[in-house]
């Protein structure tokens, strides 16, 4: 499993409604299913995705997330897990009001702008940075709301969020003291778990 999708696992109690945006192949849900009795559902875009889901025995519905989870009930889920999809969202704000609508906490993972690697870049070449991790140039990127940590922290205090959890990692998912005392500057990747 992927190393975040092992870090989001533990925030997740045994037996809870999970629903997994932007689930892509079923990974985490097929892994909560068979490991913690989770009864999970996912939504997803990618057609090649849902068939994997599918074949997986996982229940998935087709979903464009800008479009929106006025499909799905107030209070239907225990958490809303969204990972590496925030910054691909037109409208993140709105699915981040969405997603604590359907579900009692959301767990969501992006990737910091703010790292020290993504200043140095442009401070240097004068140019949006392009690593393994966001390999992407500035006009084919899937990402289109660039966001740092305190971004993410201002949108969640104007929103009367409370961060429950909140990890600054490296690309190998790894945290330590420095990313802890650091994150907006050392950590590339963030990790948070978000109520009312």
């Known amino acids: 499993m992927r190393a975040d999708l092992d870090i989001i696992q533990d925030w997740i109690p ?19 299913t068979q490991h913690k009795g989770v009864q999970g559902y996912g939504l997803e875009i990618d ?20 479009l929106g989870l006025t ?21 993140p704000d709105k699915v981040l009001a969405e997603m604590l609508r359907v579900g009692k906490t959301c767990i969501i993972t992006f990737p ?13 070449k004068g140019r949006m940075p392009v690593s393994d991790f966001l390999p992407y140039t500035w006009y084919n990127t899937p990402n289109i ?32 003291m420095l990313t802890s005392l650091w994150p907006n500057l050392l950590g590339e990747i963030g990790i948070y778990r978000v109520t009312r």
């Open 14 to 32: 045994q037996g809870s409604r999970v629903l997994d945006l932007g689930c892509g192949s079923g990974e985490l849900l097929d892994y909560l």
């Open 47 to 66: 057609p090649d995705n849902i068939a994997t889901c599918v074949s997986k025995g996982l229940n998935v519905i087709e979903q464009n997330l800008d």
């Open 71 to 91: 499909n799905l009930a107030t209070g239907s889920f225990d958490v809303v897990v969204m990972t590496q999809s925030l910054q691909a969202l037109k409208y």
């Open 112 to 124: 910091n702008f703010g790292h020290w690697r993504c200043r140095w870049y442009l401070a240097s």
């Open 145 to 176: 709301h660039f966001c740092t940590f305190r971004d993410f922290e201002a949108l969640c205090h104007k929103s009367q969020l409370t961060i429950l959890d909140r990890l600054a990692v490296d690309r190998l998912h790894r945290d330590s």
